[in-house]
C-alpha cells in the first residue's frame, strides 16, 4: 500500500499498525515530515513501513495494490498520479484502487473523473456521529 502524500503519517501509520502483515510505503515531498515518519515507525518498531522523500510525479518502477491518501489534491489529480502506480493483477476481494480521506460536497470532484471511474463514497458520519465528521468521507476510485 502506498501513502501518497503523508505527512506525518497518516494514514499509512495506524494502518501498518492495524495490518502488520501488510507492507507500507509513506511518501512526502517534504523530507522534515518522512524524517517524523522514520523516527515513529522506529519507536513503534514497524518493520512493515518505508518511508520515503519522494513526490508521486517521480515515484517509478513501484507497483502497489492501493493508494491510500488524505487532504493532498482534488481526485482529478490523485487518480492519474495514483492509477499509474497501482499493479493490474488483483490479489484482494476488493479490487485494486485509490482510497481517499476527503471532506466537503465532492459531487463536482467525482463528476470531474468522468464515466471511466467507478467510485464509492462512504460517510464517515455513518460510524461517527460528531458533527466533525458530517462532510467527511471515504472515496474509494477504481479507474
Sequence with gaps: ILDLGTGGGFPGIPLAILFPETNFTLIDGTRKKIRVVEEVSQAL?????????????????????????RAVATLDKLV??????????????????????????????????????YTETYPISDFFSDEYFEEKYVVYVQY
Excluded: C, Y
Excluded at 518498531?45 to 491518501?69: I, W
Excluded at 493483477?89 to 464515466?115: D, M, W, Y
Design 45 to 69: 518498531g514497524l518493520g512493515n513501513v518505508d518511508a520515503r522523500h519522494q513526490r508521486v510525479e517521480d515515484m517509478k518502477g513501484k507497483q502497489f495494490d492501493f493508494v491510500v491518501t
Design 80 to 117: 492519474p498520479w495514483s492509477m499509474r502506480l497501482i499493479r493490474d493483477e488483483q490479489r484482494h476481494l476488493q479490487p485494486n484502487g485509490l482510497i481517499a480521506l476527503k471532506g466537503g460536497n465532492l459531487r463536482q470532484e467525482i463528476k470531474a473523473l468522468g464515466r471511466k471511474a
